[in-house]
């Protein structure tokens, strides 16, 4: 059983620069596709980006200049740079995997679901 769990989280002001981590226990991450999701106060669940098994990062929004996936394989750990923080990027950010390889923006794609790590953006 795969476990994920989402770290990096806080307080920033706005222009500021966060990076979330999602750690990966149970089995490596490479054997899934793994996603960043957010949700924002009494909003929709919004899919960030992407990473499938093989291939290269799928982005779903217009984030992709400010918000940039990364891993350590090492580490079994995914990341989310997050750059030039603004108000309405305040929401919980999750990660997610699914055994399925191939960029998905589905949630109901995904099996697995860390606890997710609350970013707030404010002045």
């Known amino acids: 059983q795969v476990q994920l769990v989402e770290s990096g989280g806080g307080w920033v002001q706005p222009g500021d620069s966060l990076i979330l981590s999602c750690a990966v226990s149970g089995r490596s991450f490479s054997s899934y596709t793994m996603c960043w999701f957010r949700q924002a106060p009494a909003k929709e669940r919004e899919v960030i980006v992407s990473?499938?098994?093989?291939?290269?990062?799928t982005y779903y929004t217009d984030l992709r200049g400010r918000f940039t996936p990364s891993r350590d394989v090492g580490k079994n750990t995914l990341y989310l740079h997050l750059n030039s923080l603004t108000p309405e990027d305040t929401a919980v950010y999750y990660c997610?995997?699914?055994?399925?390889?191939?960029?998905?923006?589905?949630?109901?794609?995904?099996?697995?679901w860390g606890q997710g790590t609350q970013v707030t953006v404010s002045s």
């Open positions: 997610a995997a699914t055994e399925y390889d191939g960029a998905t923006s589905n949630a109901r794609d995904y099996q697995y």
């Open positions: 990473i499938p098994i093989s291939g290269g990062p």
